[in-house]
């Protein structure tokens, strides 16, 4: 059976200051706007994720319930895993192997410099450096989410907000 990862990152946020901690920081409007295009191509596309697990930290939970929105879907059924917050690629590979089979289609909500290593890591492609508030879909095929490891994966798309809409 075919799985799909879902890679986003999270989109643009505010800067940090000295009264703002690192993981509180919020989705600035640019932020907003980016994650509403993604969420809206998303669904044009048909991309509808069975599962959406997502860093807790706020400009990654926001834009996964913008996308979620977007995609009709209950933002209740949004799974927070602290790990992939700060825990590096290995954070994203153990969220991803612990999924349950009866999901075929996983969107995982992050940060940089680890989503983009990861996506990396388990497709063999070279991305660069994820942008803000960009998809990557990696597919699996006769892969269960417990077996996904290194370059098993194929990138069959990647998206940026500039490339869908203009949002500057």
Same mark, same amino acid.
């Given at each position: 059976? %075919? %799985? !799909? &990862?879902?890679?986003?990152?999270? +989109?643009?946020?505010?800067?940090?200051t000295l009264l703002t901690k690192d993981?509180?920081?919020k989705l600035n409007s640019k932020g907003l706007a980016e +994650?509403?295009?993604?969420?809206?191509?998303m669904r044009e596309m048909d991309i509808k994720p069975d599962i959406f697990v997502t $860093? #807790? /930290?706020?400009?990654?939970?926001? !834009? +996964?319930?913008?996308?979620? @929105? =977007?995609?009709?879907?209950?933002?209740? $059924?949004?799974?927070?895993?602290a790990d992939?917050?700060? *825990?590096?690629?290995e954070a994203y590979l153990a969220a991803v192997n612990t999924v349950p089979e009866t999901y075929s =289609? &996983?969107?995982?909500? *992050?940060?940089? #410099?680890d989503i983009t290593y990861f996506a990396e890591y388990i497709s063999g492609a070279s991305i660069g $450096?994820? =942008? %803000? *508030? $960009?998809?990557?879909?990696i597919e699996f095929e006769n892969f269960k989410w417990e077996e996904i490891s290194a370059k098993? @994966?194929?990138? /069959? &798309?990647? =998206?940026? #907000? %500039?490339?869908?809409r203009d949002v500057d």
């Open positions: 059976m %075919k %799985k !799909t &990862l879902i890679l986003v990152r999270h +989109a643009t946020a505010e800067d940090q993981f509180d920081r +994650a509403a295009v993604m969420g809206e191509w $860093s #807790p /930290a706020s400009r990654a939970y926001e !834009t +996964a319930v913008i996308t979620a @929105g =977007k995609l009709g879907v209950d933002v209740g $059924s949004l799974v927070s895993n992939i917050y700060d *825990g590096g690629p =289609k &996983l969107a995982l909500f *992050g940060h940089n #410099p $450096s994820m =942008k %803000k *508030g $960009s998809v990557a879909i098993t @994966g194929n990138l /069959a &798309l990647y =998206k940026t #907000p %500039k490339q869908v």
